[in-house]
């Protein structure tokens, strides 16, 4: 089971850079880093925190003072699993990555289901490798009244034996702390209470991140946009 959620792990951060290229179906995801920069020791720096079903993680470039924040959930029941993330493009749009071992069975579709709306991934959408599946999809307005709508979620697919033969697996989900992870990438180092919301007055703070320079400003606003995607 460890061995296979790294796997995972891997597969999907792959998704974030030289996998994107390779997986034509999965767009270029935005990067604090360009592919011929070169990086000075100790300038990125990555934080991930938990929130119960959910966890937000941050790359932050110091020197630039930018960050790129991603949602992102494991589910699993036996040894099946599913990592599946909410990143964002190089062109600003929000994207769900999913991916899944390398005993999926891409013949078949994969269905989210959330409580009001379902989801297929075709066989057409997945790019397979050795470790695993990925696909991915944009994350739409029909998409985000449907998760902020819904305390679940469930994927439903197909896995292969070594012998070829096929059976469903059902695996399903949680949507507890969604809006909390949504909360910490609008603000990495903000505190939250008891009952999982921001301390009063750290919703916005950028704590330990100055605001951007000028010049950068319309790509931080992209960059922050996350936060929009619970609908009221």
Known sequence: MKRSLIALGLLTLGA???YAEEAA????????????????PGDLMSLQRGFNAWAVRCDIR???????????????????????????????????????????????PMTISFKSVDKRIEPNDWTCGKTGCIAGFEFTPVIQTAISS???????????DQAG????????????????????????????????KPVKGEEHQKAEVKEPHKPARK??????????????
């Not at 179906?25 to 070169?38: G, N, Y």
């Not at 992102?72 to 993330?85: E, K, S, T």
């Not at 033969?165 to 949680?174: E, F, H, L, N, T």
């Not at 790509?219 to 009221?232: C, D, F, Q, W």
């Open 16 to 18: 974030t850079s030289g």
């Open 25 to 40: 179906k999965i767009p270029p995801m935005a990067a604090l880093v360009s592919a011929k920069e070169k990086v000075e």
């Open 62 to 108: 110091l020197s630039t003072n930018k960050r790129l924040c991603a949602l992102q959930q494991f589910v699993g029941r036996d040894n099946h699993l599913v990592l599946w993330r909410i990143s964002q493009t190089a062109t600003g749009k929000l994207f769900v990555v999913v991916s899944v071992g390398p005993d999926f069975d891409n013949r078949k």
């Open 150 to 160: 819904s305390s679940q979620v469930k994927f439903s697919y197909f896995v292969k």
């Open 165 to 196: 033969q096929q059976a469903p697996v059902s695996i399903d989900g949680s949507m507890d702390g969604f809006n909390e992870a949504i909360a910490a990438a609008t603000n990495p180092f903000a505190r939250f209470d008891s009952k999982g």
């Open 219 to 232: 790509e931080a606003r992209v960059e922050r946009s996350m936060p929009k995607i619970p609908l009221n």
